[in-house]
């Protein structure tokens, strides 16, 4: 059974930073490109952010590019979201998600296959 559980959201307040974490298990995680999307209440899900499978290449939206970094530990099964220079607009859940497909960082909901349970990012002004 695949599972993905993330962690590491909480409360923080603007200019702060956070990491997220993403523990993931019954699948072969090194070969699977990792991707990471937020969603807050009365606004469109949006990817944020995707990483290669041996996380040498990463991809990120513009909201976030220069703030925030992805990383893996495949050792680990991991795959981390650092957030810095937090924003109250970050505020959101944050999931993190298996692509469907080896070869591709997934970017559009097609390409998604599991998704974690989420962990909340709430960025006081």
């Known amino acids: 059974e695949v599972q993905l559980v993330e962690s590491g959201g909480g409360l923080v307040q603007s200019g702060g930073s956070l990491t997220l974490s993403c523990v993931a298990s019954?699948?072969?995680?090194?070969?699977?490109?990792m991707t990471w999307v937020r969603h807050a209440p009365e606004r469109r899900q949006e990817w944020i952010s995707g990483?290669?499978?041996?996380?040498?290449?990463?991809r990120y939206a513009e909201s976030v590019r220069g703030r925030f970094t992805v990383s893996r530990d495949n050792t680990k099964n991991t795959v981390y979201l650092h957030l810095n220079d937090l924003k109250p607009e970050d505020t959101a859940m944050y999931y993190c998600?298996?692509?469907?497909?080896?070869?591709?960082?997934?970017?559009?909901?097609?390409?998604?296959?599991?998704w974690g349970q989420g962990t909340q990012v709430t960025v006081s002004s």
């Open positions: 019954g699948f072969s995680f090194s070969e699977y490109p």
């Open positions: 990483i290669s499978s041996d996380g040498g290449d990463t």
């Open positions: 998600i298996k692509s469907v497909l080896k070869a591709v960082i997934p970017q559009r909901s097609n390409e998604y296959d599991y």
